[in-house]
């Protein structure tokens, strides 16, 4: 079947929030009580793709790396990691209010959207003297007037009262972790002392993070409530930018691997480095708003390990088991966030073309993220000797595949529907299956490719491993 593409296909956040919410990718969180800013729900297609994209990058960071081990650390932790860490003094950014809508904005963003440059490392005065100087041309993203308040810095991290009982809790609050790395800090001499891995060696981890973002946007790419997948590695002081260097080409080199054209990624150095980190650059993505940060990779010193031995008064040293030296392991860092990954992939993959003569919107997922990687069809639905075959054929696939079984319409408008989703094959079961017509055909399917639209027979025996 011919297939033409359609001039490369403008991606827009309307194309992609639309199928996301029209197909159960992704639903606005609380919807039915109106909405709460910055909270969304994967739906059961975008569960499916979350789940994938978390196993291809744990695959990557886990499975295939000798010396990178995996943790599952807790959300909420003694509330001194995080005085620790920093975050309880300064994990802030810049907040600017408009006088006229009250609407609360990131004044390094309104600063960005005329170009000029600021962030949340500078300081309160810094910041405010940059803002004064643009005042005229900066405009609320609301009620578009020209009236803000001073600028002031925001604390993120969100607070609970987790274990604390008393009236006044917040006194002595708990926080929710604003990022999942110091959960790894926390347990990397347990990893050290329970396992059989050595400087340098890595933790991995996924899970929620949260922050109280001020104006939370661009749909999942600043959530509230968000998942990161990080890894931390342990590494000897005078190894770290060269390590470093390494795992900066392996991060932009996992993307291309995915499937990802690589004119769509690129790195952006921080100008502005924190005062611990030796180098950060960004992997960003082009999003249909523009070239934005998916990844950071990031040379974090001994920073993390020397604030938590001070706070927590336990000695984090390693000893070299060959020279006997001792010393703070220096930290090279990689961390993405699963949401951004997940809009990145819907705008990489998301596609509309001309087959044989009908426009559709097709998502071209690599096999291991599609959703659903093979739906199975009986050719008539009032036909129950073939619905028999097709529950067969579902069973078998469905025990090495996630599967879908529809035997809803006709047979185009069914893989129009998978198109939509990304399910790379559909498997139709029709009277040759059933050996009416020509017995050589009897026990076989025809499988139809999404991408080309062609169609082949394979015997039903062979199509577990025809599929992978
Ligand atoms: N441990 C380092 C760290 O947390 P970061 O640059 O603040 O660094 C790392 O965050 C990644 O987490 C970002 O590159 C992004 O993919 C993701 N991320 C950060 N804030 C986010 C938010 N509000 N919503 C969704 N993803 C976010």
Redesign the pocket.
């Known amino acids: 079947m011919s297939t033409e593409s359609t001039t490369p296909t403008a991606v827009t956040m309307d194309k992609i929030t639309a199928l996301c919410k029209r197909r159960g990718f992704v639903f606005a969180g609380s919807e039915i009580y109106g909405g709460f800013v910055g909270s969304f729900d994967y739906g059961p297609y975008g569960v499916e793709l979350a789940n994938n994209i978390k196993a291809a990058w744990w695959q990557a960071m886990v499975q295939h790396e000798r010396n990178i081990v995996g943790l599952d650390s807790a959300i909420v932790t003694h509330p001194k990691v995080w005085e620790a860490s920093g975050h309880v003094g300064g994990f802030s950014d810049p907040l600017v209010e408009c006088r006229e809508c009250n609407t609360r904005s990131r004044a390094d963003h309104l600063l960005e959207e005329i170009d000029v440059f600021a962030d949340e490392k500078m300081s309160v005065e810094e910041i405010n003297q940059v803002f004064d100087a643009h005042r005229d041309k900066l405009v609320c993203p609301k009620c578009g007037q020209k009236n803000f308040g001073t600028v002031r810095q925001f604390n993120l991290l969100a607070q609970t009262n987790l274990g604390n009982f008393s009236e006044d809790w917040s006194k002595e609050p708990a926080y929710l972790r604003g990022?999942t790395?110091q959960g790894i800090y926390l347990n990397y001499k347990n990893v050290l002392d329970s396992s059989r891995v050595k400087v340098p060696f890595g933790i991995a981890q996924i899970g929620k993070a949260f922050?109280n973002?001020i104006a939370p946007r661009q749909y999942i790419?600043?959530?509230r409530e968000?998942e990161?997948m990080?890894m931390q590695m342990f590494v000897p002081p005078a190894e770290e930018m060269s390590i470093y260097e390494i795992w900066k080409q392996k991060r932009m080199q996992y993307y291309v691997d995915l499937g990802f054209k690589p004119e769509n990624l690129r790195f952006h150095e921080h100008e502005n480095l924190v005062f611990y980190a030796k180098a950060a650059f960004d992997i960003e993505y082009k999003f249909p708003f523009g070239f934005k940060?998916?990844?950071?990779v990031h040379a974090r010193g001994n920073y993390d390990l020397t604030q938590h031995q001070t706070f927590s008064g336990v000695s984090l040293e390693y000893t070299d088991p060959y020279t006997n030296e001792k010393y703070l392991p220096h930290v090279v860092?990689t961390?993405?966030?699963l949401?951004?990954t997940f809009l990145a992939v819907m705008t990489e993959f998301y596609d509309e073309d001309n087959l044989g003569g009908e426009t559709r919107t097709v998502l071209r997922f690599p096999f291991k993220l599609a959703p659903i990687k093979v739906a199975v069809f009986p050719l008539l639905k009032n036909r129950p000797e073939l619905v028999a075959k097709a529950e067969e054929v579902f069973a078998l696939v469905s025990k090495h595949f996630r599967a879908e079984f529809d035997d809803n319409g006709n047979v185009g408008k069914r893989y129009r529907r998978q198109d939509e989703i990304g399910t790379p094959y559909c498997v139709t079961i029709d009277f040759d299956t059933l050996g009416e017509e020509n017995p050589v055909l009897k026990d076989t399917v025809t499988i139809r490719h999404r991408d080309t639209g062609e169609q082949e027979r394979v015997a039903i025996a062979d199509l577990a491993n025809y599929l992978k």
């Open positions: 990022e790395c922050r973002e790419f600043r959530k968000f990161q990080e940060e998916l990844e950071g860092e961390s993405v966030g949401d951004r």
